[in-house]
């Protein structure tokens, strides 16, 4: 059996059921923790992404393609997306301060300022 025609089959298989009985659509907090589950399950070594960053990036870039421009919330609201950077920012670089907030420089007064 040929790639295409295994495609269509499974695509069936999978327009079957319909979307309210899916229950992944309809219980986000379930899909996530069955994604975590199965990603625990693999040890690291395995794990391709974790082995191969270049490989990773693609399957993301072919990921957000996938999405239409009108359902990308990002692409629809850019001060969610300064904020989503300027957190995911202070997590990997350790700034910020307790309750999560970005830390600010003090203005400094010079001669030129009074």
């Given at each position: 059996?040929?790639?295409?025609?295994?495609?269509?089959?499974?695509?069936?298989?999978?327009?079957?059921?319909?979307?309210?009985?899916?229950?992944?659509?309809?219980?986000?907090?379930?899909?996530?923790?069955?994604?975590?589950?199965?990603?625990?399950?693999?040890?690291?070594?395995?794990?391709?992404?974790?082995?191969?960053?270049q490989l990773a990036a693609v399957a993301g870039r072919k990921g957000g393609q996938s999405v239409p421009d009108e359902k990308r919330s990002f692409s629809q609201n850019?001060?969610?997306?300064?904020?989503?950077?300027?957190?995911?920012?202070?997590?990997?670089?350790?700034?910020?301060?307790?309750?999560?907030?970005?830390?600010?420089?003090?203005?400094?007064?010079?001669?030129?300022?009074?």
């Amino acid at each position: 059996m040929n790639q295409e025609r295994q495609r269509q089959i499974a695509s069936m298989g999978g327009k079957a059921v319909p979307d309210e009985k899916r229950s992944f659509s309809q219980n986000r907090r379930l899909a996530a923790e069955a994604g975590r589950k199965g990603g625990q399950s693999v040890p690291g070594s395995k794990r391709s992404f974790s082995q191969n960053r270049q490989l990773a990036a693609v399957a993301g870039r072919k990921g957000g393609q996938s999405v239409p421009d009108e359902k990308r919330s990002f692409s629809q609201n850019p001060e969610l997306a300064a904020e989503a950077g300027r957190k995911g920012g202070q997590a990997s670089h350790g700034g910020g301060t307790a309750d999560g907030q970005a830390r600010t420089a003090t203005p400094r007064i010079t001669e030129q300022d009074e």
